[in-house]
């Protein structure tokens, strides 16, 4: 804080100005109205997005007047806390302007400063997997499908599973993505996984099982000799 003058010389002209740097303190700073602000400690606050979706971090500096003097703030980001869900991979980044990419599951916290003020959001990165995207299957044939929803830190509720059927008629998939083949295809049908917002599709292909006529050929023949000598000893 304070002030300084400064001379500017041009043309035989010469002009002074005087800067002044005001020490701001903002008296109040506030996130996104759409994350959950903890009760008990109001610079802390908690959201949930999905994997590769993004956010923007937009925070709301307020003087003593409970004015906004967001132009006065300056904000910075920096992740502080991360627990990824698979080791080694990074949950999300957020770059100088405050917008984060979610780019793996698991937790991580985000402080913004400015203006002599702290908050801090921890954010929820929710995926969805499936155990394969793609399956051939006969007629009458049935393959069970795993969706994977992380972070395991979520609660029940957070991780429940919807699976439906483009084509339920050709095939069709159970509450717990057991998959059955009904008819053959001329296209891939999709079973699809919901997850609230999150869909992850398994592609299904069935055709109809055929018979090697060499090899039915030679069974018929086992079964004739069988047949032949159960007669003869019999």
């Known amino acids: 804080a304070g002030s300084t003058k400064v001379a500017v010389s041009a043309a035989g002209m010469k002009k002074e ?51 906004r003097v967001d132009e006065l703030s300056y904000p910075k980001y920096e992740v502080t806390d991360w627990n990824p869900s698979t080791e080694g991979t990074n949950v999300l980044s957020v770059d100088e302007n405050g917008l984060v990419t979610a780019l793996n599951p698991g937790v991580a916290t985000v402080k913004v400063s400015g203006a002599g003020k702290e908050a801090f959001v921890t954010l929820t990165v929710k995926s969805l997997e499936l155990s394969v995207y793609e399956m051939s299957m006969y007629v009458n044939q049935y393959e069970s499908l795993i969706a994977t929803v992380l972070p395991e830190s979520l609660g029940v509720l957070e991780k429940e599973v919807e699976w439906s059927s483009s084509a339920a008629e050709y095939v069709k998939v159970s509450t717990t993505g ?49 047949e032949t000598y159960q007669m003869l000893v019999g």
């Open 17 to 67: 100005c005087e800067i002044v740097v005001v020490d701001f303190t903002a008296a109040k700073l506030e996130l996104n109205k759409e994350f959950a602000q903890d009760k008990q400690d109001t610079s802390k606050y908690t959201h949930m997005i999905m994997k590769d979706d993004q956010l923007q971090i937009s925070p709301r500096f307020y003087n003593s007047d409970d004015e």
């Open 178 to 226: 057991v998959v059955t083949a009904l008819k053959s295809t001329t296209e891939p049908v999709a079973i699809s996984a919901r997850c609230g917002r999150l869909v992850a599709n398994c592609m299904v292909t069935v055709t109809e099982y055929e018979i090697d006529e060499v090899l039915l050929t030679e069974l018929e023949g086992l079964k004739a000799a069988d």
